[in-house]
């Protein structure tokens, strides 16, 4: 029996298991990219970014996050845009996401983006919910 030695990721790790997983989603839906969008302010400072990727006609975005000091800004809401016509300018014709209800889910709702899955409860009394958005 071969031995194996399971950690934690950390970041390296991280990037490993996405760039595995994709290089095997890759075998069945070759036309796949990276969606991934990173935002700087002036001094090149990282104050937001997403994990997104696109496989087919799907868009897939794992990660939105903006720094606390620029929520409110409208500038969740142009990352997202940037990411959407991305999406659609490769072909995607929709984009899914999931978040939590101490997250966005309104934020996600009032950008067009329609709830079709929940878990409620699934993280103590908040939900964890899953949108799509026809692009």
């Not at 937001?48 to 969740?76: I, K, P, Q």
């Not at 899914?96 to 009032?110: C, H, M, S």
């Not at 878990?119 to 026809?134: D, M, Q, R, S």
């Amino acid at each position: 029996m071969e031995h194996y030695v399971i950690k934690p990721a950390g970041e390296a790790g991280e990037a490993a298991g996405h760039a595995g997983l994709r290089a095997y989603n890759r075998t069945f839906v070759s036309d796949t990219a990276d969606l991934s969008l990173v935002v700087e302010d002036e001094a090149g400072q990282i104050i937001g970014g997403c994990d997104a990727f696109r496989m087919g006609e799907l868009a897939l975005l794992d990660v939105l996050w903006v720094a606390e000091s620029r929520r409110g800004t409208g500038l969740g809401a142009c990352l997202l845009a940037q990411l959407e016509q991305d999406a659609a300018r490769q072909g995607a014709k929709r984009l899914e996401l999931n978040t939590f209800g101490f997250q966005a889910p309104g934020f996600y709702e009032k950008l067009g983006y329609r709830r079709f899955g929940a878990v409620e409860p699934a993280v103590g009394e908040y939900g964890h919910y899953f949108y799509v958005k026809e692009l």
